[in-house]
């Protein structure tokens, strides 16, 4: 009696190029996004004829952040760099933590490239989860000593597109970092698609033979 045989043909290292190159691409896009603004808000009256903006980086803000605190300390509104703090401090080292996982991806040729990989495909949903949170928390923690406390209930400024806040008008929006990442997201999955077919068999040939 002879055992049953499998043979098992996988794809050859050439196949895992494509896919190599797919997902080095979705980290270097993650990677340069940091360069630029991920969020922005811009706020309207008729005292700023160009209106107040602000603009959100993984780690710094930019823009009329100072007078934007100056009107927010009179509704007892934190100061805006005290959102995100520990974020913004290790928001670099994070970021660089997630291409590397998307490297070492391309070296795993089995299903567990897609548990490297899902960090950095989720990456900008957390980043969006974690600015509505602290909007949020900001929103609905207001100083009540301060001057105009009584004159605005809590609220929670707008994550994405228009809103009033006392007098002012919002418009928020999401900018170039933050498409950069999205497109990186989208290349990531592209990129899973083709390492699967790489690293799925080829050809499965199962023989019996019988004494």
């Given amino acids: 009696m002879q055992e049953d045989e499998e043979v098992v043909v996988t794809a050859s290292p050439d196949a895992y190029v494509l896919p190599t ?3 080095m691409l979705g980290a270097m896009l993650l990677v340069v996004s940091i360069f630029f603004p991920y969020w922005g808000l811009t706020l309207h009256a008729p005292q700023y004829p160009d209106g107040l903006n602000v603009e959100l980086y993984v780690n710094k803000m930019a823009g009329d952040v100072q007078e934007i605190n100056g009107l927010n300390h009179y509704i007892g509104m934190p100061k805006l760099e005290e959102a995100g703090k ?37 990456y900008p949903l957390i980043f969006l989860a974690d600015l509505f949170y602290w909007l949020y928390t900001f929103g609905h923690n207001l100083d009540p000593t301060a001057a105009l406390s009584s004159s605005i209930e809590p609220f929670t400024p707008t994550l994405l597109g228009t809103g009033v806040i006392g007098q002012f008008k919002t418009t928020a929006m999401v900018d170039t970092g933050f498409y950069l990442a999205i497109l990186g997201s989208f290349v990531i999955l592209v990129g899973l698609y083709f390492h699967r077919e790489a690293y799925k068999p080829l050809q499965e040939v199962v023989g019996e033979q019988g004494a």
């Fill in 21 to 23: 190159m797919v997902l």
């Fill in 86 to 122: 520990l974020e913004r401090s290790f928001s670099w080292l994070a970021i660089g933590a997630l291409a590397l996982l998307l490297m070492a991806a391309v070296f795993i040729h089995n299903q567990w490239a897609a548990v490297l990989a899902l960090p950095a495909l989720l």
